[in-house]
């Protein structure tokens, strides 16, 4: 009897493992670890923005609204807990993109301000964060483009007989992936010209308003 088991067991792992039950796992542990990656590459970037804007606080004092918006933005990246199960909300992932390209947009125009200030380009720290700034927002194109990967390798796998079937006998579906929110804007060409702005009319100096009778 145990030994009829025993042979039962093994012809279940083995057509198990002929319907693809052993690659889903290991796709599916492929999309988590490049996953890891990109919320790894996305915490480097947070833990420099303190450090970044503390610097830039010396020299731009009347930028604060910049400044402002950069630590709301950092803070909003930092209340998202992100677990592998986000990987199977495709809204959480999308709340989740928002709020990091919200920390992409501020961080850029802060960097666009410190261009008002020669002392704060030329100081040896702001250069060195600058420059882990933008060896972050590198590793984090590669890690998302291997995520993306990754995801699309996943997929096309458990959408794929006989596969599909093994993949819905245990719930593995289709996975969210990264998606560009203004895809319309990006993929339009943009507008290049050289030619001279157009020169404003000059204003009319207004008139005076007439001086009031004295009184008698």
């Known amino acids: 009897m145990t030994l009829l088991r025993a042979l039962l067991l093994l012809l279940i792992l083995s057509l198990l493992s002929g319907c693809g039950y052993n690659a889903i796992q290991q796709k599916d542990e492929d999309v988590k670890a490049a996953w890891s990656e990109v919320l790894n ?11 970044l804007v503390s610097t830039v606080k010396g020299y731009a004092q009347q930028e604060q609204d910049v400044l402002i918006k950069v ?3 950092r803070a909003s990246v930092g209340k998202l807990n992100m677990t592998p199960e986000v990987l199977n909300d495709p809204a959480l992932l999308s709340k989740f993109q928002a709020a990091q390209s919200e920390l992409s947009g501020a961080l850029s125009r802060l960097l666009v301000v410190t261009e008002n200030y020669p002392q704060l380009k030329s100081d040896a720290l702001f250069q060195n964060l600058q420059s882990q700034l933008e060896g972050t927002e590198n590793r984090i194109t590669v890690a998302r483009n291997r995520f993306v990967q990754s995801v699309q390798g996943y997929n096309t796998y458990v959408r794929s007989f006989p596969q599909n079937i093994t993949a819905r006998m ?3 579906g289709v996975k969210p992936n990264f998606a560009v929110e203004n895809e319309k804007a990006i993929s339009t060409a943009p507008t290049v010209s050289f030619d001279k702005p157009a020169t404003a009319p000059a204003t009319q100096p207004a008139t005076p308003p007439p001086a009031p009778a004295p009184a008698h």
Do not use: S
């Open 41 to 51: 590459q996305y915490q480097r970037r947070a833990d420099l923005v303190p450090n």
């Open 170 to 172: 245990f719930g593995y």
């Open 71 to 73: 630590t709301e933005a």
